[in-house]
T-cell receptor, first 113, second 115 residues
Framework: GAGVSQTPSNKVTEKGKYVELRCDPI?????LYWYRQSLGQGPEFLIY????????DSGLPNDRFFAVRPEGSVSTLKIQRTERGDSAVYLC???????????FGSGTRLTVV | DQQVKQNSPSLSVQEGRISILNCDYT??????FLWYKKYPAEGPTFLIS?????DKNEDGRFTVFLNKSAKHLSLHIVPSQPGDSAVYFC??????????????FGSGTRLSIRP
C-alpha cells in the first residue's frame, strides 16, 4: 500500500492478557518507529528499528514490552501481562534511511479492561 | 521531564486571521524541529520543518520561526482556514548517529478555526 498500515485499528483486551500490534511500513522505508500516545499527550517514543535491528529501544517502559522486525519490513509490538495503564493509541511510523520526515499510520487504539 | 513544551493546550482563531502556535524546548542539542498536524482517528502528518542553522522557513500559508537563544519556535498560519482545525504537535530531534533520528514530541495544541 501507499501508506503505513497498522492492524488492528482497535483492540480491547483483559488485564493480564498478551497482545500483538502489527505495523506494515511504506515499501522501501528502512527505518521504523513505534510511539505511544495517551489521552491529552503527544506521541511518546518507544523503539526505533533501522533494518532488522533495534537501533534505540530506550523508550520501552519495561520488560513487558518487546518489538521485532525479523525481515526488515513488517514489525510487531508485543505487550505481555497487559495493565490498564497500557491503554493508549500505539502509533507506527516509517521513513527512508532514518530521514526525519516520518510517515505515521493511523494507530492501534488499545484498551485494557 | 518534558524536553519539548507546548504550554497552550488550545487556541481559537477566527477564519481569515493569523494563528500562532508556540513551542519551547530545553535540550540545546536539538538540531531539527518539526510541526505535525493531527486529525481525530488519524496519525500525525508532517507539516513543516526547520533546521537549527535557519531562523525561518516558509511553505505557503505556513511559516515556522526559530529563536535558538530563547529555545523557542512558533508556527504561523495565515490566513487561517476551517480545515486547519486540528491538533498541532511541535517536535524536535538530534542527529545523534548517521541514521538515528528519534523525534521528541510536545503535548500538542488544539487549534479551532471559528467562522
Amino acid at each position: 500500500g501507499a501508506g503505513v498500515s497498522q492492524t488492528p485499528s482497535n483492540k480491547v483486551t483483559e488485564k493480564g492478557k498478551y497482545v500483538e500490534l502489527r505495523c506494515d511500513p511504506i515499501s522501501g522505508h528502512t527505518a521504523l518507529y513505534w510511539y505511544r500516545q495517551s489521552l491529552g499527550q503527544g506521541p511518546e517514543f518507544l523503539i526505533y528499528f533501522q533494518g532488522t535491528g533495534a537501533a534505540d529501544d530506550s523508550g520501552l517502559p519495561n520488560d513487558r514490552f518487546f518489538a521485532v522486525r525479523p525481515e526488515g519490513s513488517v514489525s510487531t509490538l508485543k505487550i505481555q501481562r497487559t495493565e490498564r495503564g497500557d491503554s493508549a493509541v500505539y502509533l507506527c511510523a516509517s521513513s527512508f534511511q532514518g530521514g526525519r520526515g516520518y510517515t505515521f499510520g493511523s494507530g492501534t487504539r488499545l484498551t485494557v479492561v | 521531564d518534558q524536553q519539548v513544551k507546548q504550554n497552550s493546550p488550545s487556541l481559537s482563531v477566527q477564519e481569515g486571521r493569523i494563528s500562532i502556535l508556540n513551542c519551547d524546548y530545553t535540550n540545546s542539542m536539538f538540531d531539527y524541529f518539526l510541526w505535525y498536524k493531527k486529525y481525530p482517528a488519524e496519525g500525525p502528518t508532517f507539516l513543516i520543518s526547520i533546521s537549527s542553522i535557519k531562523d525561518k522557513n516558509e511553505d505557503g500559508r505556513f511559516t515556522v520561526f526559530l529563536n535558538k537563544s530563547a529555545k523557542h519556535l512558533s508556527l504561523h498560519i495565515v490566513p487561517s482556514q476551517p480545515g486547519d482545525s486540528a491538533v498541532y504537535f511541535c517536535a524536535a530531534s538530534v542527529q545523534a548517529h548517521s541514521s538515528a533520528s528519534k523525534i521528541i514530541f510536545g503535548s500538542g495544541t488544539r487549534l479551532s478555526i471559528r467562522p
